[in-house]
């Protein structure tokens, strides 16, 4: 169907394609030996964004468990955020970024580190309230507090993040 679509100019093919033009330039890539590179290059720029959406995003969420008061600032503007169809945004942020590596990088970024953000820091502010008070009456510190309950309590939810 789509293949008659777009021979019949329904839809265009700039936007589109068409299934034979895709299969034309697979064969071409599998003939030159080009694929294993295209492939590469791709997998790079989705793994570069990835970790650097993961990354960023536990930082912000150590930010909003840290301060109360800005994660009621921030907390609209993410579940906004999350909300938003980040497929979507891809046009704007190619227009923004580049079609280029760059592009791509910062495409992969905005797709994790939204939900990133959201997912740890509900990881982070779901620990037992008990033992965080235990920690207190012995005197922890805020930052004792994130590196020995916070963190180990949730290395296992932060791993799964990036998968």
Do not use: C
Not at 34 to 60: A, D, M, N
Not at 123 to 135: G, N
């Amino acid at each position: 169907m789509w293949e008659i679509l777009a021979r019949l100019n329904i839809i265009d093919v700039f936007l589109f394609s068409k299934p034979s033009d895709i299969y034309a330039l697979f064969v071409k890539y599998l003939q030159t030996g080009e694929l294993l590179k295209h492939v590469l290059i791709s997998s790079y720029e989705t793994v570069v964004g990835l970790v650097i959406g993961t990354v960023l995003g536990i930082l912000i969420a150590i930010f909003l468990w840290w301060s109360e008061r800005l994660s009621k600032i921030l907390d609209p503007f993410l579940v906004v955020l999350n909300a938003l169809p980040k497929t979507a945004l891809a046009p704007i942020l190619i227009v923004w970024a580049g079609a280029g590596m760059k592009g791509i990088i910062v495409i992969a970024i905005t797709i994790s580190v939204v939900v990133t953000i959201l997912s740890a820091y509900n990881y982070f502010i779901s620990v037992d309230e008990e033992k965080i008070k235990m920690l207190k009456s012995f005197g922890a510190t805020k930052f004792q507090i994130l590196t020995k309950l916070i963190f180990p309590s949730n290395i296992g939810n932060l791993i799964n993040l990036t998968k």
